[in-house]
């Protein structure tokens, strides 16, 4: 599967260079790229996306205050001018900073690093299921490996770059970015109604404008994603 990515720069050069240099990367795909804080945020909540190369000094909302604003950040790949913002930018558990003019050789050797990461976080999905006939994942939690029916899967929450995935029998939790077990469940039954939570359509309870219940858990549905629910529990939200 395609790594997918999101380049954000005010700088016109800075990012053609970073698209340039993405060319020889056939496992990368670029989603978008943007000059400002506000377009990144609109593709953020329209798609899944796995890694951001991220600019510090932009005009109206820096890189640093872009990021705080995000409670499920991809990865994070720093690519900036300024060499005083590199400790900082730890803080925030990036997987590289990069000075610009950035080389090719360098810049190979950042996106290396966050392969190895990517690729350790790949779900196991397995469609046709074991003897049973039902379709599962696998789960990693403290190096031991869960198998996970879908079925029996109640809703997931997100704790960062950490999710518990909630079931009929037990709870797992898990070093995983929500959007890319999302986009895995996708159709298969699930839907994601906040940004920190994805439930099982078929254990949907009871549900309002506002809030859905799974079992007998109530979890609230985000803003901007109201309007697909609400298309796929087939309700006409103006009735409530």
């Keep these: 599967m395609k790594a997918k990515c999101l380049i954000i720069d005010d700088e016109p050069l800075a990012r053609k ?32 996306i796995d890694l951001i190369f991220l600019d510090i000094e932009m005009p109206q909302i820096s890189g640093f205050e872009f990021l705080k604003t995000l409670n499920n950040p991809p ?59 039902k379709p599962f994942i696998y789960l990693n939690e403290d190096k031991t490996i869960h198998k996970i029916y879908l079925s029996e899967i109640i809703y997931l929450e997100s704790f960062r770059e950490y999710i518990k995935v909630h079931t009929t029998k037990k709870s797992v939790m898990t070093k995983l970015p929500i959007g890319k077990i999302d986009e895995k469940l996708k159709n298969k039954d699930f839907m994601r109604i906040h940004k920190s939570y994805i439930i099982s359509v078929s254990k949907v309870t009871a549900f309002n404008s506002r809030m859905i219940k799974v079992g007998e858990t109530e979890l609230p549905i985000g803003r901007t994603y109201k309007d697909a629910v609400m298309k796929i529990l087939k309700f006409d939200p103006d009735l409530l």
């Design 75 to 133: 990865k994070i790949i720093i690519v900036t001018a300024y060499r005083n913002y590199a400790l900082k930018g730890y803080e925030y558990d990036i997987i590289d900073y990069l000075l610009k003019p950035v080389s090719f050789d360098r810049f190979y050797k950042s996106v290396s690093k966050f392969f190895k990461q990517f690729e350790k976080e790949e779900i196991k999905l397995v469609e046709n299921g074991d003897s049973s006939g």
């Design 17 to 48: 260079v970073i698209k340039s240099h993405l060319q020889s990367f056939e496992n990368i795909e670029i989603v978008a790229e943007c000059a400002n804080a506000f377009e990144a945020g609109i593709v953020l909540r329209e798609n899944n």
